[in-house]
């Protein structure tokens, strides 16, 4: 592949919509831009990359890879959207989170883009994820508690060694009293790529396990999540003017 | 607030209070005699006057419920606490949090 990339996507906090994240880059890169896509579930401890994308209690997983019971490419599933994913598994074990980068290295010769889904907390998962990414995007909201976790997480990401790409501002209602782009790229001295907006949209998705960017194309979360994926490979996302909805990542209709 | 000449608490030992700041430094060297003309089982001046000259009616009921100066020292800080973080702007809180993460 010509210059493909590894992204970790990280976030000191829960519920910032890391995994969300994930999910949908993952599928806007396969569906919007034809890209070979692997999402990987590296939050060790709390993995459910797999539930946002339909994959409930997988046989082979990213712990089996680690503790070198199956070879990486035995865990891999081709999601119905286009992108690969190799899932975690709900009951973790003890591993050693530093083979991530060296599981992970020889399948940047298959995929265009790797998107590692990571652990919310400060720990070796974390670190691991970093460590096995050529880049990190920190995923933030729009309020004091994320943004001190941000702050950390950019501190921990810099010193890592690992580029830091940029914020994706997630969950963002465009209210006064709310932390705008400016404050964070401010606070962090990290740009901000990419502001989403909050959407009840996004849980009707989750509750279907299907990536909003298919369950809801037209939705303004999904146009975002489609900019920011194009931004990630140098590519200029155009918004339709009419659109495609998919149904449960099924059926497709047109609508107007 | 604002308040006049009139409204001021003016202690049996002669200390002047014109506002909580002033009653919360007065309580932590107030002498027995005089906090006890003060609040007894008779009265709480120091409850009255949060009441009706101040008017912060919560702070005056925690008050009037009790003759220990320590503890009304502990309300009346909690509450100047609270005001002071009220108080700071969106600027204030980013270069707080800027500043404990990077020491």
Sequence with gaps: MDNPKVFGIVALKGGVGKTTTVANLGAALAQEFNKKVLIVDANFSTPHLGLHVGLVNPNYTLHQIMSDKHSVYESIYQHSLGFHIIPGQLAPVGLDYNKLKEKIEPLKEIYDVILIDSSPSLNHEMAAAMGASDEILVVSSPDYPTLSSTLHAVKIAKESGTPIRGIILNKVHKKRFELCSKDVSEASNVKVLAVIPDDIKVLSALSKMVPIVSFSPSNEVSHSYKKLAGSLIGVNYKRPIFGIKRKNGGEIETYD | ?103
């Design chain 2, 1 to 103: 607030m604002a308040i006049t000449s009139e409204q001021y608490f003016y202690a049996l030992n002669g200390a002047v209070l014109k506002n909580k700041n002033d009653l919360l430094e007065f309580l932590k060297t107030v002498d027995s005699s005089t906090f006890k003309h003060h609040v007894n089982l008779e009265k709480n001046d120091f409850a009255n006057w949060i009441d009706g000259v101040l008017k912060e009616k919560r702070l005056a009921k925690k008050i009037s419920q009790t003759n220990n100066p320590e503890e009304m020292i502990n309300y009346i800080g909690e509450t100047i606490k609270q005001k002071d973080q009220k108080k700071m702007d969106k600027k204030s809180v980013i270069t707080l949090l800027v500043n404990s993460i990077n020491g």
